[in-house]
């Protein structure tokens, strides 16, 4: 597949390796797996000689022989035998002191599980000789929370040390639109959206789903569910390892999301286990859910709910993880016949988010969200609000726009229609031929 998008972290990268010339620079790239970070990293535009290292689990004498080696045929820099990382890393550091050049260290938090000692070995190094350094050093990885803790924990000796950080997100509504009219220019509504359902914009994904040929609703559906499908352990191969021994009680949680049991409260019923602290590791450590409060309540109101971020993963728990026992014996069809059966319902939830997405991308409202009372009541599908010119719109989404009915949705606007009297207020109808 060739590349999309990127454009803007493609000139970031660019920049900074600009700037490198005169002033050392260490680059954090962070994004989800499969989300497209190395491919970014490989393809912006590059002006100096470019060293890539993936960081293996290997042993640190392994690690250091294979780096070397790249060293010494990218650089033409003899560096010798190395068996310490860190007197490696000190090497290259004395290299760029005469010569301009990028490095990078691809799934950087796997040396941890080589040599701990090294991220207190770099920040001595770097420290002490970045000022005549002319490196571009890039640092990217895929874990997350190592990734978090590593540089943005205070008590960590890399805190701070990053002269730019890159969060790379999923490819944007826009692109999944060019992406499926290149390979099926006479989708249709309900296409688009079982693309961004399953692909949710992470390349690795769409790369699946084009391979497969997959580009209308029903191959999308059949490419997820077939047998040897990518997709049947994907959402365990991407999640494993980031929680670790408890990664069962992480999936119990994220299950019950997917499900829609989405309050604390009704999370803990249904898993039997208490779940504050899952549910706060995995909105502020892993970066997986986010704790949503409905449009108009502050900060400390505990009227919230719960929502996995990540389309893919959310539909992954809904039908792969919920229905891996016929999935284990084989019984691929099940599960089919169990997502067909749910899909209208479920299509809809994803068609409200696909909504707030796109509101957000227009770039013209400073707040997209959702609404519903203390009572779970009156809920509104949508709320974009651009605060400088005092206009508001609240919507619906449904499937089908008969199904809409401007006059409720008016009624159920009431406490929002209080907060902003005098504004500019459009209320409006979505459905999948608005896609």
């Excluded at 900074?16 to 989300?35: H, L, P, Y």
């Excluded at 019984?331 to 169990?338: A, E, I, Q, T």
Aim: proline share 2%; hydrophobic share 35%.
């Amino acid at each position: 597949m060739k590349f999309y998008d990127r454009e803007k972290e493609s000139a970031a990268l660019a920049r900074i390796e600009s700037i490198s010339k005169d002033f050392a620079q260490m680059t954090v790239i962070t994004g989800r797996r499969r989300i497209g970070k190395t491919a970014l990293i490989k393809h912006y535009p590059k002006s100096i000689p470019f060293v890539y290292f993936f960081v293996g689990r290997k042993s640190e004498a392994m690690l250091c022989q294979e780096l070397a080696e790249i060293i010494s045929e990218t650089l033409d820099e003899e560096l010798g035998d190395f068996t310490s990382f860190s007197k490696l890393f000190a090497a290259i550091m004395s290299i760029s002191k005469r010569k301009n050049f990028t490095l990078v260290f691809d799934e950087f938090q796997n040396i941890s599980g080589t040599n701990p000692s090294f991220f207190s070995d770099m920040q001595n190094i770097w420290d002490s000789r970045k000022d005549e350094s002319h490196i571009n050093l890039i640092l990217c990885g895929s874990i997350y929370s190592m990734m978090r803790k590593i540089f943005d924990d205070r008590h960590e000796p890399l805190f701070g040390r990053a002269t730019n950080k890159l969060k790379i997100e999923p490819f944007s509504i826009s692109t999944l639109k060019d992406i499926l009219s290149e390979y099926n220019p006479d989708f249709r509504p309900d296409d688009l959206l079982a693309f961004y359902m399953i692909s949710g914009g992470v390349a690795k994904y769409v790369e699946q789903l084009v391979m497969q040929s997959a580009f209308t609703n029903e191959k999308i559906l059949d490419a997820v569910t077939q047998t040897g499908s990518y997709f049947i352990d994907e959402g365990r191969d991407v999640l494993s390892e980031e929680f670790g021994k408890e990664y069962s009680n992480y999936f119990s949680v994220m299950a019950a999301i997917a499900s829609g049991k989405t309050t604390r409260g009704e999370i803990t019923s249904h898993i039997g286990l208490e779940s504050g602290g899952y549910l706060d590791k995995l909105e502020k450590e892993y970066n997986l859910v986010s704790r949503q409060r409905p449009y108009l309540q502050g900060e400390n109101t505990r009227n919230v709910r719960y929502f996995i971020n990540d389309n893919f993963l959310n539909f992954w728990f809904r039908f792969i993880y919920k229905y891996r026992s016929a999935i284990e014996i084989g019984n691929f069809g099940y599960v089919r016949d169990k997502i067909s059966a749910d899909y209208e319902t479920y299509s809809g939830f994803i068609l409200e988010r696909y909504f707030r997405q796109f509101y957000k991308e227009t770039g013209f409202y400073s707040t997209v969200s959702n609404y519903w009372n203390r009572s779970g009541k009156d809920e509104i599908d949508l709320i974009a609000v651009n605060q400088n010119e005092k206009q508001i719109v609240i919507a619906e989404c449904k499937r089908n726009p008969q199904r809409i009915d401007i006059d409720i949705l008016k009624e159920k606007s009431n406490a929002i229609l209080n907060a902003h009297k005098k504004w500019s207020t459009q209320f409006i109808g979505l459905s999948l031929d608005d896609m």
